[in-house]
């Protein structure tokens, strides 16, 4: 098969599509031809080498694809040719996959498979960093960082649909008013020095529940300062840097929990759990479009360099989308 692999001789780290052996089935797995895959954060800290595949899971880039059952295996839960989209933990920039049964979900029958494609690693991270990680309630309030991004763009969604108040931040205008169509109530401006103002004038008394946060260092004084009593800071990546100076006396008088937490590095199992528990609590809403997937833009594979070049400029609200094949439509 063909995927795009790193040039780790250039000091570009360039992109190629090249041709690399087959994936190999294991027990449990299921290979699937790959019609698209999405670009994430972690492909280009990847790409830079500064964030490798844990143990087992192929050195390929992407963490997500939609596609078309080839080899079912003897798992017994797909056919050939059923249509559908999973999490990985490397593999996606390929056109094809082995990946465990129990992390595929099924594409429903009106969605086209690059829209499938931006939908597992985003909204199963915002899923479990503010239900599981972050334990939001319904009518709590949570504010969510880069919220016109992949996952900000889920999360305000399933909060929303949780019935919590959602704030979000945002670094233009445009991305801004975006964030408020998918759901936030209110919007802070993230080139602004101090968020956690804007928040406290939005708020008056008291503060949010959970923060979902991908900036880390450069945020970590503000975000204390936004959290109410027994609220919970949830650490996505470190973008703004891995460190800070805090004052820990917020910390013990509000009684604040700090939480580090990555998907991609679990357990199998782990994952398998996660995934069940998304389709259970948020499958329908996805069905009626009552929350759905963000994209940016479409872009062929061979277009993956310009495909990083706009997630590494923040110019994408949503997802970026990279088509391996095209999807033949029944007429």
Known sequence: MYAITVD????????????????????????VDIHATSVNRA????????????????????????GVVADPGKTGSFDVGDRVCALLAGGGYA??????????????????????????EV???????????????????????????????????????????????AGNDLKA????????????????????????GHLGEGGVDVILD??????????LRCLAPRGRLVLLSLLGGRQSDIDLGLVLTRRLKIIGSLLRSRPVDEKAQIVADFR??????????AIAPVV????????AEEAHDVLSANANIGKVVLEIRAEEIAE
């Open 296 to 303: 940016d833009r479409v872009l062929p594979i061979a277009d």
């Open 177 to 200: 008013e975006r964030c408020r169509q998918f759901g936030a109530e209110f919007v802070c401006d993230s080139r602004d020095e101090d968020f956690a103002d804007q928040v406290a």
């Open 280 to 289: 259970e609590r948020f499958w329908d809403p996805l069905l009626t479009g």
């Open 214 to 223: 991908v900036a880390g260092g450069s945020h970590l004084s503000r975000n």
């Open 95 to 120: 056109e094809r996959v082995a990946v465990d049964h129990r992390l595929l979900l099924p594409v429903p029958d009106d969605w086209p498979l690059t829209r499938a494609a931006a939908l597992p």
């Open 123 to 169: 909204f199963l991270t915002a899923f479990l960093n503010l239900f599981g990680e972050g334990q939001l309630q319904e009518g709590e309030t949570v504010l969510i960082h880069a919220g016109a991004s992949g996952v900000g763009s889920a999360g305000i969604q399933l909060a929303r649909h949780a019935r919590c108040r959602v704030l979000a931040s």
């Open 8 to 31: 780790t001789h250039s000091t570009e780290r360039a992109l190629q599509w090249e041709q690399v052996a087959d994936p190999v089935a294991g027990p449990g797995d299921v290979i």
């Open 43 to 66: 492909d280009l800290l990847q790409r830079a080498g500064h964030y490798p595949p844990p143990p087992g899971a192929p050195d390929i880039l992407g963490l997500e694809m939609a």
